[in-house]
């Protein structure tokens, strides 16, 4: 019998690292020979969706929010990046706010883990107002 | 010479423009119902799904010469502080959204000194010439730079012909929340369009008012009670190279 083909397209291939990804960090317990990157949580009880669907599609929820802003002026809704900072910069030990894409802080920490470079840091504020 | 702002089509008065005709005339209708000072739709705090930027409006700037003092940078300041602006001690390079300009008439010998910033064109060059739709002009008239589509190209800086926009150059840090800005992006004065969302008027506008000189006058160039337009109603008023016929929405008084 001829080996069947997957015919994998792009986005199905950035869905399933996504996929495995949202895996390793939500079970990363269960898999005991994979290390899972230490997070600084920032604060507040609760994200403002569920964690397992902000790992998966956070940058959607962004780059949608970002058009809402820039073509409506829409600000300070619940999927904006200054939102995020707001909650997850750290303080550093003279009481500092710690950039978010600063090593080993909540941004980067995962996008390292994930060898992914993110672009929002050029411009956009690293650390809340 | 035009002494009085008009839209691209002169015949047509200021608060009666194209497709605002007809919501201008209605709510105009309801509006004599009410009593002065109340609207039936009151300006929302911030934007919303439910109260996006239109052509109901369109923000504009009048800058009264008279009253622009020469050598007075209160507005250059305050747009700096605001948007974080810093340079390099550069000034062919350096970020500029307003600058300030000292203009003398060789015949007559007289003098002044006027703020030039974008001009918040109805018909920007700018926007014509972007190749990736970066440049844009929003509903209520503010001309903006998209930055996350912005390549770089620098064609609008070419267009415009008030000088109006910056090229950054370096990495930046330190920007603020409400400006994001970064290397390889054009950017130019936004109206502070941060501070519209929220009600409140440009940081020079304001900054020039606690200077005691009071200069600059901002409103919607469509309400027609407003102060902005009952101001360029009575005043003549014009705009910079009208030859050009770009309908700015930045139009000086008293020269
Ligand atoms: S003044 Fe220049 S940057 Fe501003 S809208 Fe007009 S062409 Fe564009
Ligand atoms: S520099 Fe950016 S905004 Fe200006 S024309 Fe090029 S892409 Fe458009």
């Not at chain 1, 994979?34 to 604060?43: A, H, I, K, S």
């Not at chain 2, 705090?45 to 010469?65: I, Y």
């Not at chain 2, 290397?183 to 369009?193: A, H, Y």
């Not at chain 2, 337009?229 to 003549?236: E, F, G, H």
């Amino acid at each position: 019998m001829r080996p069947k083909v997957i015919n994998l397209e792009r986005n199905s291939i950035a869905g399933l690292i996504a996929l495995c990804l949202t895996l390793l960090l939500s079970t990363g317990d269960a898999v005991a020979d994979v290390v899972t990157p230490e997070v600084p949580m920032g604060r507040g009880a609760q994200c403002v969706e569920p964690i397992e669907i902000m790992r998966r599609d956070h940058f959607e929820f962004i780059k949608h929010q970002r058009d809402q802003t820039v073509y409506h002026g829409i600000r300070g809704s619940k999927h904006s990046l200054a939102g995020c900072i707001d909650c997850h910069a750290s303080k550093g030990t003279e009481g500092e706010f710690l950039p978010i894409n600063a090593e080993g802080q909540f941004c980067q920490t995962c996008h390292t883990y994930a060898a992914v470079k993110i672009d929002c840091f050029t411009c956009h504020a690293t650390v809340p107002d | 010479m035009s002494c009085k702002p008009m839209k691209k089509d002169e015949s047509v008065p200021l608060a009666q423009h194209r497709r605002t005709f007809f919501t201008q005339a209605a709510a105009g209708v309801s509006l004599m119902a009410l009593a002065p000072g109340v609207r039936l739709v009151e300006l929302a705090m911030a934007n919303s799904e439910d109260s996006l930027p239109s052509n109901d409006k369109r923000w504009g700037l009048l800058v009264d010469t008279a009253k622009c003092e020469s050598g007075c940078d209160e507005c250059v300041s305050a747009c700096n502080s605001e948007h974080g602006l810093s340079g390099h001690g550069r000034p062919e390079t350096d970020a500029q959204w307003i600058r300030k300009v000292d203009l003398k008439d060789e015949q007559t010998g007289h003098e002044l000194s006027i703020p030039i910033l974008c001009q918040h064109c109805e018909d920007p060059p700018c926007v014509d010439v972007c190749p990736t739709g970066a440049s844009f002009r929003r509903a209520d008239g503010i001309v903006l730079v998209d930055k996350h589509i912005c390549i770089g190209c620098r064609y609008c800086m070419m267009a415009c012909p008030f000088q109006a926009r910056s090229f950054i150059h370096e990495d930046l840090t330190g920007q603020k929340t409400h400006s994001p800005r970064g290397k390889g992006i054009v950017e130019s004065c936004t109206l502070c369009v941060h501070r519209i969302d929220e009600d409140q008027e440009p940081a020079c506008v304001e900054a020039c008012r606690e200077a005691g000189h009071d200069a600059l006058v901002f409103g919607d160039l469509e309400d027609a009670a407003g102060p902005l337009a009952s101001l360029s109603r009575k005043t003549a008023t014009r705009e910079l190279r009208p030859d050009l016929k770009l309908n700015t929405g930045v139009r000086y008084t008293s020269f």
